[in-house]
């Protein structure tokens, strides 16, 4: 699985959109790119993943570079709801490795 | 029920206890795990059972022993634990023989060892 690297902390204003960036340099061909967030003593929620193309869903777009090497989360209007930490990670053969993630705060 | 429940949600136990944590999923997959995730700390995967079987044993202490009748319900027993095995426990299932499979988590069971 590759190694991921995350800032530790990152703020947002409620309503603009929450840019969130992740290196993944070691990754392998067929790794998929997974991201997750977990909201204070919950369980980590699973928001969107992708192998090549960029990905929408209701939650979150997803954006991988054409090398794979990095990829950035964007909650388009982030609300107070979204603070979060925000793990990226590199996914092959079942097993989830979670890093410290990105702590989101999103500010009124 | 809806999704992966865990019970009991908050537990405190002496170190002489024994006590059992349970997850069950209601989404027909194959794969549950357990993790560990302690303060300020990232979670950690303790074991993996697919269709049953144990997969990986994360080199979890035997005070630590899990349990998986069937594919929808997973346990974890615990006894004679010690006061840094404190943490917010977590489940999760997924299904393994998809091209992808991501994994839905339960919301945790809160223990505290005095």
């Known amino acids: 699985d590759a190694k991921t690297t995350q800032p530790t902390s990152m703020d947002c204003a409620e309503g603009r959109a929450a840019n969130l960036p992740c290196n993944h340099s070691?990754?392998?061909?067929?790794?998929?790119v997974y991201w997750y967030r977990q909201i204070h003593s919950q369980g980590p929620q699973y928001i969107i993943h992708g192998l090549k193309n960029n990905e929408t869903n209701e939650m979150a777009s997803l954006i991988i570079t054409e090398d794979r090497k990095s990829s950035t989360l964007i909650l388009p209007h982030a609300t107070l709801r979204d603070t979060a930490v925000y793990y990226c990670i590199g996914h092959q053969g079942g097993k989830l490795i979670f890093g410290q993630g990105t702590e989101l705060s999103v500010k009124p | 029920e809806t999704g992966v429940t865990q019970t009991p949600r908050h537990l405190v136990m002496g170190m002489t206890n024994k006590k059992s944590l349970k997850c069950e999923q209601h989404l027909g997959h194959n794969a549950m795990y357990w993790y560990k995730q302690s303060a300020k700390k990232p979670l950690e995967l303790m074991f993996v059972y697919n269709f049953k079987e144990q997969t990986e044993n994360n080199s979890v202490p035997s005070r630590f022993s899990p349990e998986c009748p069937n594919s929808s319900h997973l346990f974890l027993h615990l006894h004679t634990l010690q006061p840094e095995d404190s943490a917010l426990y977590l489940c999760?299932?997924?299904?393994?023989?998809?091209?992808?499979?991501?994994?839905?988590f339960g919301p945790g069971t809160r223990l505290t060892v005095l």
């Open positions: 999760a299932s997924s299904q393994v023989d998809r091209q992808y499979n991501e994994q839905f």
């Open positions: 070691t990754i392998s061909g067929n790794e998929y």
